[in-house]
């Protein structure tokens, strides 16, 4: 039996304590800190970008932000992403979905699919309506090349999200928590692949690094959406999440990992977005059905291995095109009927070029 584990379990080992998640979805973090946590400071970080060009991509990773747009970068708060984005391939312009809600929006995210063809209409965890039906990019990644993934999501409503595979590994921690910030989400990743690295495994479903890491990092929003999207705390919030990022890569980077692995970052959510993860838009057992209007525009972008560099993407891009990109940068191909499709114009090789 594979398992969904809690962030924040302080014994690893402990099987039956964070299997019960998986089982009956109960929700709880505790914050304990991470042993042997890197110590350098977390503000202050090499913002150079994993090598684009022709280099094949091995690993890649997923920033999943909230509220976060083109002005973001202008106060100064987030030099790692803007390297990203400078030295990288991006739009500010694609398309989110409707409703404009975190778990729609994330179910369209790893399923590949519209709301309407994924389901998930909802935006609070409900037990009775159980894990997604359609298959999400993790299943495609294990089926067209054995790749695993490990997830650590932010909200507690993603553990509608968090179906037991034994090629996924899911962490989660939320807003119910409020020592659960990114730092520690940070934290709790340097464990992991210490555990992951230490030729033991992790005690959980995949005995080594992961292939791909998706890391969803929803503070900026929040706070933008309570304190007022010019607030210092807003620009506080953009700092922490960059920090966070640049985090990420050290890790990537002390392994020896960057220069193979491609970095893709969206924003799900633009900034000035409100409700956007406010459960009660959506009561338990009720629908948010879509406004009518047209779906948000966002941040989506690429940067590393195989990516062009301080490119513009001219193509239109949706956020349902993430899963299709990911697996082409990883060399993988589909065959599926999701709607996916990889945005092509990201890479510096074609698909014909990229084939051995």
Known sequence: MVCTRLIGEKTLGAFGRWCLVAVLGV???????????????????????PAGGGTEAKQAILFVLEGVGQDSLKSNTMPVLGRLVKEGAVTWSATAVQPALRLPTMASLITGMSVPKHGMTWNSFEFARGYPRPPTVFDYL????????TIFYMDESLYQLAKPEPYTDHQICGALRPECRASTVVSYVRQYFRKATSGHGYGHAIPSLPHFLILHLPEAGRVGATEGWTSKAYRDALKMIDDAMGSILDIYRDLGLLQSTVVFVTSISPAGASGFGDPTMTPIGASAEP??????????????AGVKKGHRVAAPVSIIDTGATVMRALGLETHTEWESRPVEDVFTRTTEQARP
């Open 27 to 49: 929700a709880g973090v505790v914050g304990q800190p991470a042993v042997g946590a890197a110590s350098r400071p977390e503000a202050n970080h090499p913002v150079n970008p």
């Open 142 to 149: 294990d089926l067209s090349g054995g790749r695993d993934s």
């Open 291 to 304: 406004s009518g209007g047209p779906p948000p525009q966002v941040l989506w972008m690429a940067s590393g």
